[in-house]
């Protein structure tokens, strides 16, 4: 919620290519969260398999590094407040957050990445099952669709220079939305379909991201679309994996539910269209 508030405070002419660099770092340990959650279900513990409980806890010693990581920069952070006591700060934020067109759009944007992320996560190595594949083959795909991703988030941020970011903003969705009419048509060829939505997640994720700081002036002003675009965006999202489950179970296949996915994607893209264009969610 915060990051992009500081990347825009202290980095502010390297805003996309920072918030690629740190998308990259959460989806990559989320593919391997993806890859070895089975496996580690499967551990044998006190004669029988130690479960979801056990993979679940497993990454609970990533928090430790995390934190130790994260300390010197409080450190700074504190005497940098301190240096600037009497001093002037940024302007405040002129009008409502609420009331701005351009933060509806970035909110907009957010959620319904965001929801076809969730889907994906949650639903495809179930759509992979039905379709043959095994459940531990199933989980490497779903690490793989989170390591693409990554490969994206290296490399989107060379579309988003400049001042208009129409195409980088459609353009993802438009291949997650290529991805499932291909799984509808071409089942055959499951992974390569993941491994294109899963690049066109991650895109769609750093665009999202970035335009928290593209849109704005000020720190102050990025960290209230922040707190705006990601609290609305990721409640409109949770809407999206039991939605999606809910379509399989009343058709009884798959169709539906991917048709929904596939719209999804459709009004992103239409939705990327208008929010990157040049243009600030607050007034100057």
Known sequence: ????????????????????????VLGGVASLGAGLSVPLSLVEFDGGAAGWRFALAAYIVLSVPALLLWLPRLRSDRHGLAARRGTTGPAPVRGSVWKSGVAWQVTLYMGLQSMVFY?????LPTIERFYGRGEVASGWDLMMF????????????????????????????VLVA????????????????VLLAGFGCGSSLVTALALFGLRTRTHREASALSGMAQSVGYLLAAAGPPLFGALYGASGGWFASLALLCATSATQAVTGLFVGRDRFAFAA
Request: net charge positive; charged share 10%; hydrophobic share 55%.
């Open 1 to 24: 919620m915060l990051l992009p508030a500081i990347l825009k405070r202290d980095f502010p002419e390297r805003m996309a290519s920072l918030t690629g660099a740190y998308s990259a």
């Open 119 to 123: 889907i994906c996560i949650t639903w």
């Open 146 to 173: 989170q390591l693409i991703g990554v490969v994206a988030s290296l490399l989107t941020p060379l579309l988003l220079r400049g001042p208009d970011q129409r195409f980088p903003a459609a353009l993802p969705p």
């Open 178 to 193: 290529g991805a499932v009419i291909g799984m509808m048509l071409l089942p055959g060829a499951m992974l390569f379909w």
